[in-house]
């Protein structure tokens, strides 16, 4: 086993960049090493060589450690033959924004890269040799506009024409720090080069399943996850015929905490649904339905309050008018109804009385019309107005003009047990993610032009109403 530590950490030269080309290629270096490519040197200068290995590479790590194989494998290194990223981020502007908005990781509010930078590089670098780099980031990450640039651009993996390892994907389902998007854009992508894969979907937050995980395959066998990703590194590294590859691509854990494994992921057999937002009230909550929308125009108004209002006061009670949020939900679920892939929100809506507002829509998991149940934030999304057309371009809103917003929620895999509701919560300031203006912003939807796009297995019948 080799250690590597990143470029301007623990004892290697130099200052992090945190994600660029200048780390990947620190990385990347190690491997060319491995391969006798690139030469190295003990601690007295002396030259030192890797005679003992094959130059067969297999990298795995958590959270960070788990994104620098992401980013080392795009470059196509000869001699990396597989990788395993936990928790792994795949695009930096992904973690720290969301269309076109500043977000947060994992809830830590004003965290940056920049902030990332100066953790990793300790006080004595941060503020001595590595201040430059540091302000550098601090001007270029743009956390005025959150556009999408070429300073995000140079950080972000999402293109695997060039991976030549395999990729064994894991992730927790209800990670908030490093979240969903993270493993669904590197998966798709590897989905379109045909990359061989595996992927391990956990109901944990942030970090792995646990080695005494377990799943029991068609044939009977059961297998932790220690065992497999064992048995992942030794098919690909040592070429042992195990039959990993024969077995089912995706295993992902239930909401009872069981693993059930599947064909893939997303599931083959989810159709996107579209559920309009109806309402009939202009204060009362409204409903989703697959139904047309009343023909009546009614709209909705709240005012933002989320620099002192949490979300959880906000998803709550959502059979009762608020000020504050807007609140749609569905009939009772005649059955279990299951999402696989990425939620989208379509919202009709206009600013009143500022130049710019945060969009936020959160999906739910509601009991049944007067169930005292506490609801369960299934996933989340967000968005700034001025980036309606692209992440990458800010074009001013005009008060009071009704525009067409178009935001996916971070990708989720979950079962609606039959006897509850589907809901969908409209805010605007999320105290856990977003910046925190003042309050006081005015919004105004349109309820009927406006629909919840969702990725349900089995399509539109599956759902029942």
Known sequence: MVLGQSIGTGDSDGCPTSGDQAETLGTKAVIDWLNGRAKGYDANGAPVTAGWTTGAVGMTGVSYNGTLPNQVATTGVEGLKTIVPVSAISSWYDYYRANGLVVAPGTFQGEDLDILAQYTAGQARAEGPCADEIAEITE???????????????????????VRA?????????????????FAGWWDELAKRDVPRKIWLHQGGHGG??????????????????????????????????????????????????????????????????????????????????????????????VDEGRTIHPDTLVANPDTASANRLAYRSPTL?????????????????IENKPDANLTAYLVDYGPTGSTAAPTVVTRGWMDPQN??????????????????????????YIFPAGHRIGVVVFSSDQEYTLLPLGGTELRVAPNDSELRLPIVGGRGALGF
């Open 334 to 350: 005649a059955r279990d109804v299951r999402v696989s892939g990425r939620p989208e929100m379509r919202l009709r809506m206009a």
């Open 209 to 302: 399943p646990g080695s005494s995980a377990s799943v029991t395959l068609p044939d009977g066998r059961t297998w932790t996850y220690k065992q497999t990703e064992n048995r992942w590194f030794d098919f690909w590294l040592w070429n042992v015929r195990n039959g990993i590859m024969d077995e089912p691509t995706a295993v992902i854990q239930r909401e009872d905490r069981a693993y059930t494994t599947y064909a893939n992921w997303p599931d083959p057999g989810a159709r996107d649904v579209e559920l309009n937002l109806a309402a009939t009230d202009a204060t009362a909550p409204g409903t989703l339905t697959t139904g047309k929308p009343p023909k009546a125009k009614v709209e909705q108004s709240f």
């Open 140 to 162: 270029k990450q743009d956390r005025a506009t959150g556009d999408y640039s070429t300073f995000w651009r140079d950080r972000d993996y999402l293109d695997a024409r060039n």
């Open 388 to 413: 309606r057309k692209s992440a990458a371009r800010t074009e001013p809103v005009k008060q009071g003009k009704l525009y067409d917003y178009r935001w996916t929620m971070e990708p989720k895999d």
């Open 166 to 182: 395999s990729v064994f994907v894991v992730h927790g389902l209800n990670d908030w720090n490093v979240k969903t998007e993270h």
